[in-house]
């Protein structure tokens, strides 16, 4: 029996008029109860994505509502002249590059990524770190940005120069509050990263360097580096970005439930794992 048939039996025009009002039903019924998207909407102007939405309010005991739900609704809501789409993270397809790097010469004393422990791979450790640069137009200014493996938890900052002096001032700058948790710091294959040997020392840790053309080494950095741009914009000038647009950043990107740690955030991972050491070494002293 043919679904969209009538008393008469299956006639086209009312066929596809039974499939319209089906279809409106779907998107304008009550799937997501008003308390409940409340609560999405909130989550979506904070820049988490459906999936997340989702799996974090099922992690906490919330109501639960699946991201299938969530993208449909956003959908119907755009068809009608809505704006709800303008919070989901466009995706863009990645062209492969050729000849981007600096081709000045090699840095002085690198030790490569092949030497690094095998541990760091396995992220079971707190306390190992990736290292790169987002530039901004114009290749002149640019963002330093690292994140802890384990944890993800991203810390940037801007940099008025592209320099290796002010690239390794900012690195031990923002890291010199955790440096008791900084084991090793992985780094992308420039020249930007030609004081290694005064970050390691400074930090008092061991740093490496990823293969030429290999950013699949560092790839939650790089990941990372992708959701910065959702604030940063590749043709953005980074001349007029202020430490409060820094600041709302990296919040954002600290406070996301992630899939990979069980939609729970950044924020809360880095934290409890930091205090558990601090309490740690309190015990052994």
Sequence with gaps: MLRNRGERGYRPKQAHALYQARLLACENGPRICADTWSLVETRLTETWSPEQISGYFKANGQPTVSHEAIYQRIYADKRAGGTLHRALRCQKLRKKRYGGRDRRGTIPHQVSIDKRPAIVASRKRFGDWEADLVIGA???????????????????????????????????????????????????????????????????ADLFFAHPYSSWERGANENMNGLIREFFPKKMRFDSITKKDISIAMHYLNHRPRKCLGFKTPHEVFWKKLHSRHNAIALQA
Excluded: W
Aim: glycine share 2%; with cysteine; charged share 20%.
């Design 138 to 204: 114009g290749q002149k200014q640019a963002l330093v940005t690292m994140n802890e493996r384990t944890s993800r938890y991203a810390l940037f900052a801007h940099v008025p120069f592209k320099t290796a002096q002010a690239v390794s001032d900012t690195l031990i700058s923002l890291l010199t509050p955790f440096a008791a948790c900084v084991h090793t710091l992985t780094t992308d294959n420039c020249r930007e990263f030609a004081q290694h040997e005064r970050i390691a020392k400074e930090l008092d």
